[in-house]
């Protein structure tokens, strides 16, 4: 249960009146009446069942209550003044704490900053690489890239694209080491991300009955070094669509074989309550059109 707190406005009055020792100066420093600030610290007087100032023929000054409760009310303005500022220059100014995987910073997002620069200049972004999921109420993050099935309800969640997963390797490796059917893997080196362990399994399910058991495993640490190790002709990985569409253009992999939507999906993801929204949501924007689909 909250305390009975005076209102904010009559910390202001009574601020004033104690650094001008007058009603009437208070009054023209807060572009009041006199008779305003007076009704005011009676206000506050009745609030606290206390008298604050003594008042004398030409000036007044604090009594003992006084003088001990303007220490409360300069902390507490201060730090209401403060946060106002500050509020105020991040939706200005902002900045904005974006969190993602390695792989999307450095190679979807960071290559294309240059353009959201050029739209947002006053938008100040600072983008912070993970593969651990994003916990809003311990770090000072704004926004997250997460894949997943967008079951977050104490977030606000945007779909950025579906996901298709193909198995992927490199063109110089697929000539050395021919696939004649996705279904036989037996004899080919398979790259594993140490945090999905389970994801051959689950893949191959989608291949109608390819076996994984016996081949030889390659574990990477992340999505990002598993695609380089692909590319490197180090082995077979799982690809995801759209995340290598500029990879495959490019001809650094190329897909074994047609790609095959998944449940899960790409979100951008976001506290309900932030105060940030319209400019999280501008650089969704941006974010849905720098994903090529």
């Known amino acids: 249960m909250y305390r009975d707190l005076p209102p904010i406005h009559l910390l202001i009055a009574f601020e004033a009146a104690a650094q001008q ?18 009704q005011q610290i ?24 006084g003088k001990a409760y303007l220490r409360v009310a300069e902390q507490t303005l201060t730090t209401y003044r403060n946060c ?17 995987i390695p792989f999307v910073a450095y190679e979807i997002v960071i290559p294309a900053l240059h353009e959201f620069k050029s739209l947002h200049p006053n938008i100040e972004l600072r983008i912070e690489t993970s593969m651990s999921l994003t916990d809003f109420e311990r770090e000072p993050v ?12 104490d977030l606000e969640v945007h779909t950025i694209s579906p996901c298709y997963c193909a198995l992927v390797a490199s063109p110089q490796y697929i000539s ?33 009955g390819s076996t994984v058991e016996h081949n030889t495993k390659l574990v990477m640490d992340s999505y ?10 180090l082995g077979i990985a799982i ?50 059109k720098i994903v090529k689909t």
């Open 42 to 65: 009676k206000q506050l007087e009745q609030h606290l069942n206390m008298i604050l100032f003594k008042r004398l023929t030409r000036r007044v000054e604090l009594s003992e209550y």
């Open 21 to 38: 020792h007058s009603f009437k100066l208070a009054a023209q420093a807060l572009c009041i009446t006199p008779s305003a600030v007076s």
């Open 176 to 208: 050395n080491n021919p696939l004649d059917n996705i279904r036989e893997l037996s004899g080919h080196t398979l790259i594993y991300m140490q945090r999905s362990m389970n994801d051959w399994q689950r893949t191959t399910e989608f291949l109608n």
């Open 239 to 288: 690809g995801q669509l759209p995340l290598l569409s500029t990879w495959l253009e490019a001809g650094r992999l190329v897909t074994l074989n047609k790609p095959v939507m998944i449940p899960e999906q790409y979100y951008f993801v976001f506290r309900k309550t932030s105060v940030k929204k319209v400019v999280l949501l501008d650089f969704y924007q941006w974010l849905t």
């Open 142 to 153: 704004d926004a997250a890239i997460r894949f997943g099935d967008g079951n977050w309800p």
């Open 224 to 233: 990002l070094s598993a695609m380089r190790a692909a590319e490197q002709g």
């Open 84 to 100: 106002h500022d500050s509020f105020l220059y991040q939706v200005s100014n902002p900045i904005l704490r974006i969190s993602m």
